[in-house]
């Protein structure tokens, strides 16, 4: 693993309450990687409007290393999708993981996705629906059926192969994140979902591992109000896949 290196990139809108915490776990988790790894942190505001990147500035000034991070901010709301994707592009390391703000996933959850990269996966994402998959504590009911319900929805439309595409925790080789990412156009929550697809058809190999994963109640998917959004973004995403596919026939 000597002189490798690895961009966190992590997208945020509205996250000023958890700004400073998680500054300070990347930065932890910074030192505690060298000089194995080289790690930096892309940190995307998607036009927050609570102070989220003043508190991130402040949190940054505050580490060991300021350098390592990169803030970057987006001057209206546009959609995780959208944020993810300015991070990744803007990274230029071997390696991108893709990170929520609320550490649902924590860093150190990073070494088994690593694993499978190194035997030669392309991309290795955190899955929450694997046998060795914990989540601490458990969903209520109620998101649980939700969430199954979207999983069974998803399934039928498109990656049938692929249990969980919505954890949000991801590792990419960095040329495969940059080329998949420059194509993106779900812009909303659902673009992990595109990017999977347009893996398949790329015919790069994801590899899902088992993930512990802390439940976090202040969820911003609003299953009723997003539910034909969702629809017509799974649409979009089916069609792209099957038009690809015809084209390559």
């Not at 693993?1 to 996250?15: A, D, F, K, N």
């Not at 550490?103 to 694993?115: E, I, M, T, V």
């Not at 399934?155 to 192969?161: A, E, G, N, S, T």
Request: with cysteine; net charge positive; charged share 25%.
């Amino acid at each position: 693993m000597s002189g490798r290196s690895l961009t966190i990139v992590v997208p945020l809108y509205r996250e000023a309450a958890r700004a400073e915490r998680l500054v300070r776990a990347l930065d932890e988790f910074a030192m505690a990687r060298a000089p194995q790894l080289a790690v930096s942190a892309a940190l995307v505001d998607d036009g927050s409007d609570d102070g989220t990147a003043d508190r991130l500035a402040a949190a940054i000034r505050a580490t060991r290393d300021s350098s390592r991070f990169r803030l970057i901010q987006h001057e209206s709301n546009r959609g995780k999708g959208a944020a993810v994707a300015t991070g990744v592009l803007a990274a230029t390391t071997d390696l991108v993981l893709m990170s929520d703000a609320d550490l649902s996933a924590p860093l150190s959850q990073f070494d088994p996705l690593l694993a499978a990269v190194d035997a030669g996966a392309d991309i290795a994402i955190g899955s929450r629906d694997l046998p060795g998959s914990r989540l601490e504590p458990p969903q209520p009911l109620r998101r649980r059926l939700l969430a199954w319900s979207f999983r069974a929805l998803r399934r039928h439309v498109l990656l049938p192969d692929i249990r969980d595409t919505q954890c949000g925790f991801k590792l990419f080789r960095g040329d495969v994140a940059r080329s998949l990412f420059s194509e993106l156009a779900t812009t909303g929550w659902l673009f992990d979902c595109e990017i999977l697809v347009r893996a398949g058809l790329a015919g790069l190999r994801v590899v899902e591992t088992p993930i512990v994963w802390r439940n976090d109640p202040d969820s911003r998917v609003r299953p009723l109000r997003d539910a034909l959004p969702t629809l017509n973004a799974l649409r979009r995403i089916a069609r792209l896949q099957s038009g690809e596919r015809r084209r390559t026939e």
